[in-house]
């Protein structure tokens, strides 16, 4: 069985700072790896995506993330956050195998930028 | 383009009671997924159809059961309803490839009483 975990569970930072949100996972085989924002009163949208290829990805709003192999991580990135980054972060991993295409997410990490 | 929908938003229904969701997929998308959120327990994959017929399923007990039309649409049944089903259920789709991108609706939340 796959597992995700999200190490931060609550963060807590001002404009213009760096963020890095921690994502592990375990699973044996082959994997598909993603970030989904959930902004309030909003519903979960994709953030960014990691198939094959070059392990770093660019996201929308200035987001990346970097898939470390040996390190089972996939951890998200933004240089300077914003207010309106304020959002719950999930980070989800599906394996790669047609038959059993469920994703299993982390339990989220709240991120609160404060003006 | 319209994204995922979902109905109806809220429903209330009582203990042992039936309770039907419903969801419209992506425009050319041929594959739904259904995740329940609860509180405390995150998301947790429910199921997946495919081209009308159920491919996958979570660790959730038979009560739980759905299908999907030839227009792609979907269902999801929760019979004899407890307490603790009460969550957010949430409908995705995708594109049958093996990067399976999923694409969520703003889900329905199921309330028992």
């Known amino acids: 069985a796959q597992s995700v975990s999200q190490h931060n569970h609550h963060v807590i930072l001002s404009e213009a700072a760096s963020l890095e949100l921690g994502c592990n996972y375990s699973?044996?085989?082959?994997?598909?790896l993603f970030w989904y924002v959930q902004y309030p009163g909003q519903h979960l949208q994709l953030l960014l995506k990691y198939f094959s290829g070059d392990p770093l990805v660019k996201g929308i709003k200035g987001f990346e993330a970097e898939f470390i192999k040996s390190k089972f991580s996939f951890n998200l990135r933004k240089p300077s956050v914003q207010w309106s980054d304020t959002a719950e972060y999930f980070c989800?991993?599906?394996?790669?195998?047609?038959?059993?295409?469920?994703?299993?997410f982390g339990s989220g990490t709240r991120l609160q930028v404060q003006p | 383009e319209a994204g995922v929908t979902q109905s109806p938003t809220h429903l209330i229904k009582t203990r042992g009671q039936q309770a039907t969701l419903r969801c419209s997929p992506i425009?050319?998308?041929?594959?739904v997924y259904w995740y329940q959120q609860a509180l405390g327990l995150g998301l947790q994959f429910l199921l997946w159809?495919?081209?009308?017929?159920?491919?996958n399923r979570g660790n959730f007990p038979p009560r739980f059961s759905g299908r999907q039309f030839p227009n792609y649409s979907s269902e999801l049944n929760v019979n004899a309803l407890e307490l603790e089903d009460s969550a957010l259920y949430l409908c995705?789709?995708?594109?049958?490839?093996?990067?399976?991108?999923?694409?969520f609706g703003p889900g329905t939340r199921l309330t028992v009483t």
């Open positions: 699973y044996g085989g082959t994997v598909n």
């Open positions: 989800a991993v599906g394996p790669v195998d047609t038959g059993r295409r469920a994703l299993t």
């Open positions: 159809y495919d081209e009308g017929e159920e491919r």
């Open positions: 425009s050319g998308h041929t594959s």
């Open positions: 995705a789709s995708s594109l049958r490839t093996a990067t399976y991108e999923q694409y």
